[in-house]
């Protein structure tokens, strides 16, 4: 069974621009949830969809939006970007939402400079 | 708010002793979850172990293994015989509504 997969690997963009991150969750998952790693903050919650649900969001601003497709994959967007949102993106999917003890699977994760 | 520390920034270990990893967390929440995830180089996030917080008895997966007390909000990792392969970095984790990770503990593993 294929693993989660992101899309893409890599990205560059500059200040004021925007971005849109793909994750394919394992077949069959029905939750992806998405996280920021930086060195300075970690891993920080971003927000998880269920079923084409937006369950649970973190603190983060209302640039960061996400949505998930009928075939669970789900899209990340940030508009406006800023220094500071250099991170690596990671998603990661579950069969049930991330209330029950099911694993997480994670993805390798996007590279996000923003120069 | 719930909050994951992990005190331990880095850890060294020789090959085939066994190290201990600390977290605490702090929750006003009874029903809840921990677990260990282990990032190697490569980026991954890898699932070591995980702990329902009403059950009392410590998991253990193979060389892996948790101290759970509950009461002292504590869950420490114990890794027995290390080997070159677990060097990573190390992130505890708690889930209630949402997951929450503690800083990380880079390990390293001394041949």
């Known amino acids: 069974k294929a693993g989660v997969t992101q899309t893409p690997r890599y990205l560059i963009k500059t200040r004021g621009q925007q971005v849109t991150l793909s994750c394919s969750p394992i077949?069959?998952?029905?939750?992806v949830s998405w996280y920021q790693q930086t060195p300075g903050q970690g891993l920080q919650f971003l927000f998880e969809?269920?079923?084409?649900?937006?369950?649970n969001k973190g603190n983060f601003p209302g640039r960061f939006s996400g949505r998930q497709f009928s075939n669970s994959r789900s899209e990340m967007n940030v508009s406006t970007l800023e220094l500071g949102d250099s991170a690596l993106y990671l998603c990661?999917?579950?069969?049930?939402?991330?209330?029950?003890?099911?694993?997480?699977?994670f993805g390798p994760g996007t590279r996000l400079t923003v120069l | 708010a719930q909050t994951v520390t992990q005190s331990q920034p880095e850890m060294s270990v020789q090959e085939a002793e066994t190290v201990t990893l600390s977290c605490t967390y702090d929750t006003s929440e009874s029903d809840y979850y921990l677990f260990w995830y282990k990032q190697p180089p490569s980026r991954q996030m890898i699932l070591v172990i995980r702990?329902?917080?009403?059950?009392?008895q410590n998991a253990t997966e193979n060389r892996f293994s948790v101290n759970f007390q509950k009461a002292a909000k504590s869950f420490s990792l114990k890794i027995s015989d290390s080997q070159l392969g677990d060097a990573a970095m190390y992130f505890c984790?708690?889930?209630?509504?949402?997951?929450?990770f503690g800083a990380g503990t880079r390990l390293t593993v001394k041949p």
């Open positions: 990661a999917s579950s069969l049930q939402p991330t209330t029950s003890y099911n694993e997480q699977f």
């Open positions: 702990q329902e917080a009403y059950k009392q």
């Open positions: 984790a708690y889930r209630a509504n949402d997951m929450r």
């Open positions: 077949s069959g998952h029905r939750s």
């Open positions: 969809y269920f079923s084409e649900t937006q369950r």
